[in-house]
């Protein structure tokens, strides 16, 4: 593309980078690939947010998690040692019936921070649906709602408002802000204070690569440099409660 090249450094808390862990890096040389790609955009830590979804327990999920992770670490510390630790764990936890009341759920927050990366579900939202959100929120969770640009269809309008009015955080992908399909109404939510983090939501090196750096362009191009920045920190202040 031909935007100006992103000079601010970020930090991704989106992306399926885990090899063999979900449908996103099928191996190691692909988390690596994906890994070096965002590297060269810019960033400086991530968060690894493998989609959690109830066909396994929450216990036998960070198993194979840990073990995906220890096989990205070991890569790092020979190629790249100057990444050592900057990635951090989280989930894409798929909401459910019953998801607010497993009692290992607070361990798919990000690191160690009360951050939870929620996929709502793609069929009608009910009020039980947003009273687990409720549920969650008394409970010490704050909720960063995924990718809400991909939503409206199922959602509606009364429902992504009453949403809105709960304390969560909306993440965006930066992908919406580059496709034509889904650019206005992207821009809309930026413009409407309806985004507070990007994420690439990366899952390869092709169809869904890694991509903040063109997403971000698209921003400033669009004179949303300011909402950019304030994603930007919102990001790294995210990471750093999140690494502590
Ligand atoms: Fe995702």
């Known amino acids: 593309m031909l935007f100006r090249q992103e000079k601010k450094p970020f ?8 090899p063999d862990m979900d449908d996103g890096a099928r191996d190691i040389r692909m988390s690596a690939g994906m890994l070096q790609e965002e590297i060269r955009q810019g960033c400086e830590g991530l968060i690894a947010t493998p989609h959690y979804y109830p066909t396994e327990s929450i216990s036998e999920f960070l198993t194979r998690r840990q073990r995906a992770y220890r096989e990205l670490e070991d890569w790092i510390e020979s190629e790249i040692p100057d990444w050592s630790g900057r990635i951090g764990l989280g989930a894409e936890a798929a909401y459910h019936n019953g998801l607010v009341c497993d009692p290992d759920l607070e ?9 939870l990366l929620l996929e709502m579900p793609f069929e009608k939202w009910t009020s039980g ?22 939503f409206p269809e199922y959602a509606g309008e009364d429902a992504i408002g009453e949403l809105l009015e709960m304390d969560v955080l909306i993440q965006m992908n930066a992908g919406a802000l580059l496709h034509r ?50 994603i930007l920190d ?10 502590e």
């Open 234 to 243: 919102n990001n790294a202040a995210i990471y750093r409660a999140a690494m």
């Open 181 to 230: 399909s889904s650019h206005h109404r992207a821009v809309t939510m930026v413009k409407n204070g309806i985004t507070q983090i990007l994420g690439t939501d990366s899952h390869n090196l092709d169809s869904r690569c890694p991509n903040m750096k063109d997403g971000l362009a698209v921003m400033r191009k669009d004179h949303l440099g300011r909402q950019a920045d304030e």
């Open 107 to 115: 361990k798919l927050c990000m690191g160690h921070s009360r951050y």
């Open 11 to 18: 930090h991704d808390l989106h992306l399926h980078i885990l």
């Open 129 to 150: 649906m947003l009273r687990d959100v409720r549920t969650l929120i008394a409970n010490g969770i704050r909720p960063i709602i995924a990718h809400l640009e991909r």
